[in-house]
């Protein structure tokens, strides 16, 4: 069973930088693309960034282009989002997500395991 367990989140102020990770356990040797989405309460889930297993192939959300980066370590089977400039719309609470392994695609509905999510404000 594929667990994801989020971390790293808080509070900083506008132009600070955060780093979420996101742990996952129970892939084996197979290929699983992983992402960031983020959500306000009352409003639709944002995809933020992805990361193909295989490749290494990212992708970004155009509100954090240029901004985030999400990086893997495949060693510590841990996923990474490096966030600069933030910025007040920025805070959400941020989920990882995982699709199953074996499936390294990553469009929307591939994505079947999620953490707990964490919590980023970002305060002016």
């Known amino acids: 069973q594929v667990q994801l367990v989020e971390s790293g989140g808080g509070s900083v102020q506008v132009g600070g930088s955060l780093r979420l990770s996101c742990a996952a356990s129970?892939?084996?040797?197979?290929?699983?693309?992983m992402g960031w989405f983020r959500q306000v309460p009352g409003k639709e889930q944002e995809g933020v960034a992805t990361?193909?297993?295989?490749?290494?192939?990212?992708t970004y959300a155009d509100s954090v282009k240029g901004r985030f980066t999400i990086s893997q370590d495949k060693a510590k089977n841990t996923m990474y989002l490096q966030m600069n400039s933030l910025k007040p719309e920025d805070s959400a609470i941020y989920s990882c997500?995982?699709?199953?392994?074996?499936?390294?695609?990553?469009?929307?509905?591939?994505?079947?395991?999620w953490g707990q999510g964490t919590q980023v404000i970002v305060s002016s």
């Open positions: 997500a995982s699709s199953a392994p074996g499936r390294p695609w990553c469009r929307s509905g591939d994505f079947v395991y």
């Open positions: 990361i193909d297993s295989v490749l290494g192939s990212t």
């Open positions: 129970g892939y084996g040797p197979s290929a699983y693309c």
